[in-house]
């Protein structure tokens, strides 16, 4: 359906859901969560996208302003579906954001005590891990797991190591009774190409575990064979609750 409108109504309106849109994605820019959607090493094309849509809505409105008191006489029509299409963006943002979770681990290849080759990391014997005091991540300890492997190298190595790790709670049906994975997203560019990851956990009460939740897993490594796999698993001596991340994805 269209309407007619002034033209510098129109101008107005293009204009406003322009700066609608850029603020979308200041908004999501600011307050961390644009990190659920892109690796945060592109934040800067999304300052650009912002300057760039700022900058048209200044065009937009110059132009028609330009023309003087004719803009505000001529009529031209507006297409209400177009508009509203361009204002789908900017009515998203009411929708309170929230990262990949177990919901969409049914639809990615799942990979457990390995990266996935889905993942399209090249684990080499001399993959370099993140230089940091913070305990080793999930992904730290898969790519020391695939390194062996490519090295061939004795995962039994890793058996009485330690560690403290932090993820959110994934079961599967196919998991025994007593286990659950410690789970986190690997991420190359965007939300499309993450990649679930996880360690397995033996701990007594994993059937009192919500799928989910955030925990803190500390315990030691056993090697053993879970779904039909050699691989270390994690026998859990303490699980307790955490808080998600700021950035609950692992990049790459």
């Known amino acids: 359906m269209q309407v007619m409108v002034s033209r510098r109504v129109a101008a107005a309106m293009r204009a406003a859901v322009v700066l609608a849109l850029a603020g979308v994605l200041a908004m999501r820019y600011l307050d961390g969560s644009l990190g659920y959607f892109i690796n945060l090493r592109y934040g800067w094309l999304t300052v650009v996208a912002m300057a760039c849509l700022v900058l048209l809505a200044a065009a937009l409105l110059t132009t028609v302003l330009m023309r003087g008191n004719g803009a505000a006489v001529e009529r031209v029509p507006v297409a209400w579906l177009g508009a509203a299409l361009l204002a789908v963006p900017t009515l998203l943002a009411l929708v309170p954001p929230r990262p990949l979770g177990t919901d969409a ?44 492997s490519v090295g061939g190298g004795d995962l039994s190595r890793f058996a009485g190591d330690s560690a403290r790790v932090r993820g959110f709670v994934y079961r599967d049906e196919r998991f025994p009774a007593g286990t659950f994975m410690v789970s986190r997203f690997l991420l190359s560019c965007c939300a499309a190409d993450a990649a679930p990851i996880g360690l397995a956990v033996q701990w007594p009460e994993a059937e009192f575990l919500e799928d989910d939740a955030w925990v803190w897993v500390t315990g030691v490594f056993s090697v053993e064979t879970f779904l039909g796999e050699r691989m270390p698993v994690l026998v859990g001596a303490e699980v307790t609750a955490a808080e998600q991340p700021p950035q609950p994805y692992l990049y790459y």
């Open 105 to 148: 681990m049914t639809t990615r290849s799942l990979q457990i005590g390995r990266v996935p080759a889905t993942a399209g990391l090249a684990v080499t014997s001399d993959t370099a891990l993140a230089a940091t005091d913070a305990p080793r991540t999930v992904l730290d300890w898969l790519v020391m797991f695939d390194q062996d």
